[in-house]
C-alpha cells in the first residue's frame, strides 16, 4: 500500500498535480481498532519514512479526505486537506470506487494505470466512451514522453 502512495503521488507529478495522497479506511486515524485500519496507518508511517517530501495522511475515510470542511472541523491535525491522490487499502475496493464514481460521481476518471512497469501500459474498460479513450491516450504518451526523458 505504501508503494502505490508513492507511485501514484509520484505519477500524479508528471502529470503537473502536486499530490496530496489520503491513504483510505473505514476509520479515522485511529477511531476503530482493527487491522484493516492498522494496515493503513502502518503504510502511512512508511511513506512518510521513505518520502518525507509527500503530503500523505491517513488512516482516514473518503468523505473526510476529499471533504475539506471535515478535516478542518474535525481533524485538523491532518497533513492532507482536499486529496486529490486516494490509495485504497485494497484492489476490491479501489475498483468498486472507480466504477461508482465514473458512473455515479461527477469525476473525470483516467485508468487503470498499471505502474512500476518496464514500459507504459494502461487499459481502457468496456464500454470507455471516445473521452474516456482519448483521455487514455493522452496520458499515455505523457508517460512515454516521461520515461524516454529518464532514459
Known amino acids: 500500500m505504501a508503494e502505490a502512495a508513492i507511485l501514484a503521488a509520484d505519477f500524479a507529478q508528471t502529470l503537473g498535480i502536486n499530490p496530496r495522497v489520503a491513504m483510505l479506511s473505514f476509520s479515522n486515524f485511529g477511531s476503530v481498532q482493527h487491522t484493516y485500519s492498522a494496515k493503513v496507518r502502518d503504510a502511512v508511517k512508511i511513506v512518510r519514512e521513505r518520502r ?36 485504497f487499502p485494497t484492489l476490491a475496493s479501489a475498483n468498486i470506487a472507480y466504477k461508482l464514481m465514473h458512473r455515479l460521481g461527477s469525476a473525470r476518471i483516467i485508468g487503470p494505470i498499471l505502474l512500476r512497469l518496464g514500459g507504459p501500459v494502461h487499459f481502457l474498460q468496456a464500454g470507455d466512451a471516445v473521452e474516456d479513450i482519448v483521455n487514455m491516450a493522452a496520458v499515455a504518451v505523457m508517460d512515454a514522453q516521461t520515461r524516454e526523458g529518464r532514459s
Open 52 to 87: 518525507p517530501d509527500l503530503a500523505v495522511d491517513g488512516e482516514m475515510q473518503a468523505d473526510v479526505a476529499v471533504v475539506p470542511k471535515l478535516i478542518e472541523e474535525c481533524y485538523s491535525f491532518s497533513q492532507v486537506r482536499d486529496a486529490n491522490v486516494l490509495v
